[in-house]
């Protein structure tokens, strides 16, 4: 018995070898793992009382593949890796060697499986190679066994786009050999080894399979495909090349062909940014000074506050999880308007084939609707989604703070607003009361803010958190401020692009520069559809807390000024006419004499100085809401732009992009834009990571905790 192997004969014939691996949470191939299976199954090759070997995943039946935390770093000398343990298998061990999936199993350990004769699985079993999402290729033969098993037409997608899919659609392609319930599966799998041991049947190795390919083009539509959806992406190429190598390649060429791309990829900065972005959301489920084994409040029933795009879309949430939700609204017409929305979507989802038409009509079933708040008692959890307005939100805390059951938790969704002084207002119940501040469209986008007040009650964050999770969201916990991290950084942001128009740009070139860069849009563009009347109405309730000596652009109060609020209306940055959108001829005029008011004489502005501008200013003032404390380390800043504001996941969000290029290099270039514009403040966090050669991943090591 080793750390990671257990084995013994089958009980009801001992030629099978039955070999369980156990490496919780996820059975990863960690150092030692694959050298201990390796040497389990050179002894049942020695054996002549065995015939065969069948592998068994333990406890939750997960096999995550490689270890992600060793990714491109060397192994001890004597320890063999995965790839020499599937080598093996495939060239070295003659007695047939089995796998059960059971649950999951993704990467490597379908690499793995590739290599033995015999793939059984559970029912709801899901199988991918998802290597892409954390920018390599499969690297231990999984291009190259896939496309042979299954054919080039059906593995491209699956390794380009790191999805898995269900062991009911793979055994149609022969990926699969049978599935089994789970409580018979380790005896009906092991009894199609001995039946055909008995008959003296060989299984073929899938090495020696031909890589077909029923349609040519599908190589040059996937690299047109990821030249517009995976810019600047290595990992998609290469999987793409990888899997054409297999059709053009013997096997041990493409063999080496996917090592050398493999190798190239997974030192590179991309991937280091994608397996920083991995890792990102494991860290942000944990709570300094909140066991993840404390107690959580039941959420059996929701309610939402407000059947507006936002409202609808937070309630369709609920239903997508299972959870009963009901809608209020204070007008009827609001209400119904709000519900045939939300069946406007399910059905629009069931039509484009996202879902079946009875999970619609299930999910559509889940949602009801009222205009009494009394109705909201029964509820859980409850979600106001109202104007943001502080004193509409005062005013509607206050009547749930009798209304709702003891023990609901009261949620604003507020995006900017106190959520202290919104939770006062239940008088009494403020341990009750956080923010969960979901991004539009809410049915659709990851992010969920989970704001935490002075008050919150430990429980109630914790839950909170969990039902993100189960809403399909990645919850990031941040403390009370003006727009809390996402907004915050978003309104420095803004305000970059803004002078950048002052100075001599045009929206057409910040807005390509930044999605050059790599983000998912431009700021113009994310205004206009966000709607610039939003935007315009929080400045204009804000103007008496900004610094009068404060550089200030009016470029968007003067575009709001014309009634221009974006797609809304088909007038803003842009023009939009016939689904398409066009520069505005009329924007220059209202920037020129922006200009002038300000004192600026335009002139050229660079692409390079539209980048750094935009982006130091995300990253000087996520320095600073580390410093004050609203976000637990920067790795969840990171993840907040990556999921709500389109921030490149391979560039690894704002703050891991600065200790690539160097905590040094931001500051640099801050004061140099201080020593011009006299306007940037930098974080003191910043500068003591330049003095002392710091990064944020050491901060969050040393601060996070």
């Not at 793995?112 to 231990?140: D, H, M, N």
């Not at 793979?170 to 380790?186: C, K, L, P, R, S």
């Not at 369709?316 to 809608?327: D, E, H, K, S, T």
Request: with cysteine; net charge negative.
């Amino acid at each position: 018995m080793g750390e990671f192997i257990t084995s013994e004969p089958w009980a009801k014939d001992p030629r099978i070898l039955l070999m369980h691996f156990n490496n919780p949470p996820v059975n990863a191939f960690s150092i030692g793992a694959p050298k201990e299976m390796l040497e389990t199954i050179r002894q049942a090759e020695a054996d002549p009382a065995i015939g065969a070997v069948l592998l068994v995943p333990g406890g939750k039946g997960i096999m995550g593949g490689a270890d992600i935390r060793v990714q491109g770093i060397a192994w001890p000398k004597g320890q063999p890796i995965l790839n020499d343990l599937i080598e093996a298998i495939d060239t070295e061990i003659e007695k047939p060697v089995a796998i059960l999936h059971r649950n999951v199993a993704l990467g490597g350990a379908i690499e793995l499986s590739l290599a033995c004769r015999y793939r059984f699985a559970i029912p709801g079993t899901k199988v991918g190679q998802p290597e892409a999402k954390i920018g390599i290729p499969p690297g231990a033969g999984g291009t190259q066994r896939l496309t042979r098993l299954i054919g080039a037409d059906r593995a491209l997608p699956i390794i380009v786009s790191g999805d898995p899919i269900r062991v009911e659609e793979a055994i149609e392609y022969g990926w699969i050999d049978a599935i089994f319930d789970d409580a018979t599966a380790v005896d009906e799998a092991a009894a199609v080894i001995v039946k055909d041991l008995d008959a003296g049947v060989a299984r073929p190795r899938v090495r020696e399979m031909e890589a077909t390919v029923q349609n040519p083009g599908i190589f040059a539509e996937a690299r047109e495909r990821a030249a517009k959806r995976a810019r600047h992406q290595l990992a998609p190429v290469a999987c793409i090349d990888c899997v054409e190598a297999a059709t053009t390649m013997p096997f041990h060429v493409g063999m080496a062909y996917e090592r050398k791309r493999y190798l190239e990829c997974v030192t590179s900065d991309q991937a280091k940014s994608l397996r920083h972005s991995f890792f990102a959301e494991r860290e942000a489920r944990k709570i300094p000074g909140i066991s993840r084994d404390i107690e959580k409040r039941q959420i059996a029933q929701g309610a939402v506050i407000g059947a507006g795009t936002m409202g609808a879309g937070i309630a369709m949430c609920f239903a997508n999880a299972g959870i009963p939700v009901r809608l209020y609204e204070r007008e009827e017409a609001a209400l119904e308007r709000g519900l045939a929305r939300i069946k406007s979507l399910y059905e629009g989802m069931a039509k484009k084939g996202r879902i079946s038409a009875e999970a619609a009509a299930e999910r559509t079933g889940l949602i009801s609707g009222t205009l009494a708040m009394e109705d909201l008692g029964t509820a859980d959890i409850v979600v106001e989604a109202a104007f943001e307005d502080i004193d509409v939100k005062k005013q509607i805390f206050g009547t749930l703070g009798s209304v709702a059951k003891p023990g609901a938790i009261l949620a604003t969704n507020t995006s900017y607003l106190d959520v202290n002084e919104i939770a006062a207002a239940t008088q009494g119940r403020e341990a009750d009361v956080l923010g969960m501040h979901f991004f539009s469209p809410a049915h659709i986008m990851k992010l969920l803010e989970v704001v935490r007040a002075d008050k919150t009650a430990p429980e109630v964050l914790a839950t909170a958190l969990e039902l993100g999770t189960k809403l399909g969201k990645t919850a990031v916990v941040a403390g009370v401020c003006h727009g809390f991290i996402g907004n915050r950084m978003f309104a420095k942001y803004n305000r970059e692009s803004e002078f950048l128009l002052q100075e001599g740009a045009t929206v057409e070139q910040v807005d390509n520069a930044l999605t050059n860069f790599g983000m998912a849009m431009g700021p113009f563009t994310v205004r206009d559809m966000a709607g610039l009347d939003i935007s315009w109405a929080m400045r204009k309730s804000t103007a008496h807390l900004r610094d009068p000596k404060e550089r200030y652009s009016k470029v968007g109060d003067l575009v709001c000024e014309e009634g221009w609020y974006g797609q809304k209306n088909g007038k803003g940055f842009y023009v939009y006419e016939d689904g398409k959108r066009l520069p505005n001829p009329d924007l220059e005029a209202i920037i020129d004499a922006s200009a002038k008011e300000a004192g600026i004489t335009r002139g050229t502005v660079s692409d390079e100085m539209i980048i750094e501008r935009c982006i130091y200013a995300l990253i000087n003032e996520a320095a600073k809401i580390l410093e004050e404390g609203v976000a637990l380390r920067s790795s969840d800043i990171d993840l907040t732009y990556m999921n709500g504001y389109g921030f490149p996941r391979w560039r690894g969000g704002p703050l891991f992009w600065a200790d690539t290029i160097g905590p040094r290099r931001v500051l640099g270039g801050i004061n140099y834009f201080n020593t011009i514009h006299d306007f940037w403040e930098p974080a003191q966090l910043l500068v003591r990571m330049a003095a002392e050669g710091g990064t944020f991943a050491e901060w969050d090591k040393e601060n996070a905790q």
